[in-house]
């Protein structure tokens, strides 16, 4: 079946350190790819997606690349910043997704950044 | 603007109790869910609806009912509540198709049963 699988946290890193959260997935056919971040005290909003292979989503410094050959989706910032502070979501949708799992979490992973 | 409205947002009940969670969304979308955020264990789908009249169960149904009578409101019941239901519910409104995907989160709702 398709799943979600990204690193367990929390992360914690100094202001302007180089962040990677790293996501592989398990799926049929080619999936879209998804980020979402949560802020304290929010909902989940998209951050960033890609929906084929090679494709490089990419919003508010945060990059990720479909990666087809090594099924992964690492979310990557050059320099955190304390707002930056949150939890992040890995998600994949499959194409021609059976009901009920139009989108597929992994567990989230906690990033806390210090000035 | 793209809105999912979801009320309340805090709710401290107890058990056995019913109550209800709303939610709203002005998309027109067709699929709408619920989720349950627990720590350590991510999102857990409840329920979900493919549209006005379709509704099914996801992974952690047990306790729960919804209704979709109209395409904006999905409510969440929870008819018996009891402790092992605290937690930080979300409601998603979602964009479907291949390519188009996107799902719209309620702010959540903090439910805690005693």
């Known amino acids: 079946g398709n799943s979600v699988t990204q690193m367990e946290g929390p992360v914690t890193l100094s202001e302007e350190a180089f962040l990677t959260i790293n996501c592989t997935y398990t799926?049929?056919?080619?999936?879209?790819l998804f980020w979402y971040v949560q802020y304290p005290g929010e909902g989940l909003q998209l951050l960033l997606k890609?929906?084929?292979?090679?494709d490089k989503g990419s919003n508010k410094g945060f990059e990720a690349t479909y990666r087809k050959e090594t099924t992964s989706f690492h979310l990557e910032k050059g320099s955190v910043q304390v707002s930056d502070s949150a939890v992040y979501f890995c998600?994949?949708?499959?194409?021609?997704?059976?009901?009920?799992?139009?989108?597929?979490f992994g567990k989230g992973t906690t990033l806390s950044v210090s000035s | 603007e793209a809105q999912v409205t979801q009320n309340p947002r805090y709710l401290i009940t107890v058990t056995g109790k019913k109550l209800t969670v709303t939610c709203s969304q002005n998309?027109?979308?067709?699929?709408m869910s619920w989720y349950r955020q627990d720590p350590g264990l991510g999102l857990r789908q409840i329920y979900y609806?493919?549209?006005?009249?379709?509704?099914d169960k996801g992974d952690v149904p047990e306790g729960y009912k919804v209704s979709r009578k109209e395409k904006r409101n999905f409510p969440l019941i929870l008819e018996s509540p009891s402790p092992n239901q605290t937690s930080l519910y979300f409601c998603?409104?979602?964009?479907?198709?291949?390519?188009?995907?996107?799902?719209?989160f309620g702010q959540g709702t903090r439910l805690t049963v005693v």
């Open positions: 609806s493919m549209n006005v009249e379709v509704t």
């Open positions: 998309m027109n979308h067709e699929y």
């Open positions: 890609a929906t084929k292979a090679d």
């Open positions: 998603a409104s979602i964009s479907t198709g291949d390519m188009n995907t996107e799902a719209f």
């Open positions: 998600a994949l949708s499959a194409p021609g997704y059976q009901a009920g799992t139009a989108l597929i």
């Open positions: 799926a049929t056919g080619y999936p879209s």
